[in-house]
């Protein structure tokens, strides 16, 4: 038996992990990475997660605001497409056919970022 650490993606023996990294489900190893590295990749979870829900609140896209503000471009890249994409149509359901249908340069945007893959699960 083992433990997701959330940051590699994988499941580690429980000795990889200290007390507080079991809760926050991070490895000692993944723990030592550097702060803004690991700010990163739970930023893009938490961007990929909006596009999952069924719905974008007014919360979210407030967060998402800030996120465009990062100092990571990548983030802020990321967070400005999925803010697009809230303001348009925060309803997942039948998103991808809309901006199909009317804003085909914002779905090539989720093409190229890779953001699309989170209708697909
Ligand atoms: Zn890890």
Do not use: D
Request: hydrophobic fraction near 35%.
């Amino acid at each position: 038996m083992g433990h997701w650490c959330r940051i590699c993606g994988s499941i580690r023996p429980n000795e990889k992990f200290s007390g507080k990294g079991h809760r926050n489900h991070i490895c000692k190893a993944c723990s030592r990475k550097p702060k803004e590295e690991i700010e990163e990749i739970e930023q893009r979870e938490e961007i990929f997660n909006y596009l999952k829900q069924a719905n974008i609140s007014k919360k979210n896209i407030a967060r998402l605001e800030t996120l465009t503000c990062s100092s990571n471009k990548k983030i802020l890249e990321l967070a400005t497409i999925v803010l697009e994409v809230a303001r348009i149509k925060p309803n997942k359901k039948r998103r991808l056919k809309f901006l199909a249908k009317e804003h085909g340069k914002l779905l090539l945007k989720l093409e190229k970022s890779g953001l699309i893959m989170a209708h697909h699960c």
